[in-house]
């Protein structure tokens, strides 16, 4: 596991191949390296926006990979468990703020509009 700090995300917690390739990454953000690193791994583009935005909202990415269907399915299970993020949910409240895309350009967010953004999806 490893922290990383990329800019426009700021800090970033990574284990495995996924942050071996953000680590890499980390120099080209400017460029897109989290949204290019998703889809690498086969995450749709339009998901890897979403997923990226919210990298860059302060959220927290987790990805596992396995090397079976049953430790594919045990690892959904347990994440499952979690409060994930619905992603076709998070694209429309996104969208509905005006959002079109990630932007690696744009700066994270700072403590405050992190604290902002999580209680918005407490309620």
Do not use: C, F
Not at 15 to 41: E, S
Not at 96 to 102: C, F, I, M
């Amino acid at each position: 596991m490893g922290v990383m700090a990329i800019p426009g995300l700021g800090p970033l917690v990574a284990a495995g191949v996924l942050a071996t390739t953000l680590a890499g990454a980390a120099t080209g953000a400017a460029a897109g390296g989290i949204l290019g690193a998703l889809t690498d791994y086969g995450v749709s583009e339009e998901d890897a926006h979403v997923y990226s935005e919210g990298v860059r909202r302060g959220g927290t990415l987790v990805s596992v990979r396995v090397d079976d269907d049953a430790r594919a399915q045990m690892a959904r299970d347990i994440l499952n468990r979690h409060s994930p993020v619905d992603i076709s949910a998070r694209r429309q409240t996104y969208t509905e703020g005006g959002w079109s895309g990630y932007d690696p350009k744009a700066p994270g967010y700072t403590r405050d509009e992190v604290r902002a953004e999580r209680d918005r999806y407490l309620r």
